[in-house]
Nanobody, 125 residues
Framework: QVQLVASGGGSVQEGGSLRLSCSIS????????LGWIRQAPGKELEGVAA???????THAEPVKGRFTISQDDDKNTLYLQMNNLIPEDTAMYYC???????????????????RGQGTQVTVSS
C-alpha cells in the first residue's frame, strides 16, 4: 500500500519561496505518475503539478513559471519548489498518485487518486 507524507509547508510573505517534500513508500505502479494537489478553504481540490516515469512534468496554469515539480533519482522523494508565492496559493498541499487522462478531459492531463498527509502553506500579503 502506497504511503505519501508531505512536509515543508509554512507561513511566508507574498513573493517568498517554499520547497515541499513528499516521502514515498510502497509505490510500484508500472504507470508511474505522482503529483501535487491543493485545497484552499471552502474550495475544491485543485491539481497543481505531476511527473511521470520519464520525468515529464506538467504544471497547472496558475502556477506555471512559479512552481516546479521534481523527484529524486531513486524516486523515493517528490518535491515542489514554489517561488514568487501569492496569497491565492494559500492551501493545504498533498502529494498524490495519479493516472494520465486526455487533456480535453483534464487540462493538467492527469487525474489524482490516493493522497497522503498534507502540509499547510499560508501566504500573507
Amino acid at each position: 500500500q502506497v504511503q505519501l507524507v508531505a512536509s515543508g509547508g509554512g507561513s511566508v510573505q507574498e513573493g517568498g519561496s517554499l520547497r515541499l517534500s513528499c516521502s514515498i513508500s510502497g509505490y510500484d505502479s508500472m504507470d508511474y505518475c505522482l503529483g501535487w494537489i491543493r485545497q484552499a478553504p471552502g474550495k475544491e481540490l485543485e491539481g497543481v503539478a505531476a511527473i511521470d516515469g520519464d520525468h515529464t512534468t506538467t504544471h497547472a496554469e496558475p502556477v506555471k513559471g512559479r512552481f516546479t515539480i521534481s523527484q529524486d533519482d531513486d524516486k523515493n522523494t517528490l518535491y515542489l519548489q514554489m517561488n514568487n508565492l501569492i496569497p491565492e496559493d494559500t492551501a493545504m498541499y498533498y502529494c498524490a498518485t495519479c493516472h494520465q487522462v486526455p487533456k480535453k478531459v483534464r487540462r493538467l492531463g492527469v487525474d489524482f487518486d490516493d493522497r497522503g498527509q498534507g502540509t499547510q502553506v499560508t501566504v500573507s500579503s
